[in-house]
């Protein structure tokens, strides 16, 4: 069964850094996103992803945040300049559709 | 704004007894609602999802959850939890045509053999 892939599965950076997180959807997939989970608090959505554009984004993404599908298979979250308080859990997700996202495992990013 | 809230935390049951966990949302307009399962160690995994028709959902692994429009509610239940339940719970509802995901804050259910 295919599954939505997200390299690297632990970065650690100093703040400041600009960091890269990869994603693979599904192939036949049209849809995707990214979220983020803080420790101990909720999923939260980051921004969504369609016809190579951004569909919609949160107040978390700000200027620092961007997306981008550089070659029609990855799609990769980049924080410019990172801060202690992007350390979290970052999610991919996509779909065929909007109802039906699949996850994957996870990034967990520390920012020293 | 649209929430989503899970009432229960943490969970702990022996195995054999049955579950409920509690989700209740808030969103005026259509609703699509989701149930995921994350296992320790594991990505989010689909439990379930109700978007229209019968609001009592059947999903994988013995889950089922029900939709009560009136009480804005969409729990969650298994009449008979296994060690391998042991995951956390998440509610979940979608909040605009994009696909947004609105999440619960997560219920961990601990099953003892």
């Known amino acids: 069964e295919p599954e939505v892939t997200q390299t690297p599965s632990h970065q650690v950076t100093q703040m400041g850094q600009e960091v890269i997180l990869r994603c693979v959807p599904i192939?036949?997939?049209?849809?995707f996103y990214w979220y983020r989970q803080i420790l101990g608090q909720k999923v939260e959505f980051l921004v969504s992803?369609?016809?190579?554009?951004?569909?919609?984004k949160s107040e978390i993404f700000d200027d620092q945040f961007s997306v981008e599908r550089p070659d029609g298979s990855n799609f990769t979250l980049k924080i410019r300049s990172t801060k202690l308080e992007d350390s979290a859990m970052y999610f991919c997700?996509?779909?065929?559709?909007?109802?039906?996202?699949?996850f994957g495992p996870g990034t967990r990013l520390l920012v020293l | 704004a649209q929430s989503v809230s899970q009432h229960n935390h943490h969970v702990i049951l022996s195995e054999a007894a049955s579950l409920e966990l509690g989700c209740n949302y808030s969103?005026?307009?259509?609703?699509?609602l989701f149930w995921y399962v994350q296992y320790p160690g594991q990505h989010l995994q689909l439990l379930l999802k109700?978007?229209?028709?019968?609001?009592l959902v059947k999903g994988i692994k013995g889950f089922e959850a029900e939709f009560i429009k009136s009480k804005f509610s969409f729990n969650l239940r298994k009449p008979s939890v296994q060690w391998s339940d042991t995951a956390e719970y998440f509610c979940?509802?979608?909040?605009?045509?994009?696909?947004?995901?609105?999440f619960g804050q997560g219920t961990t259910l601990q099953v003892k053999p």
């Open positions: 997700a996509s779909g065929q559709a909007v109802e039906t996202q699949y």
């Open positions: 192939s036949n997939h049209l849809y």
């Open positions: 992803f369609y016809n190579n554009e951004i569909s919609e």
């Open positions: 969103y005026g307009g259509t609703v699509n």
């Open positions: 109700y978007f229209s028709g019968d609001p």
């Open positions: 979940a509802v979608i909040s605009s045509n994009t696909g947004k995901l609105i």
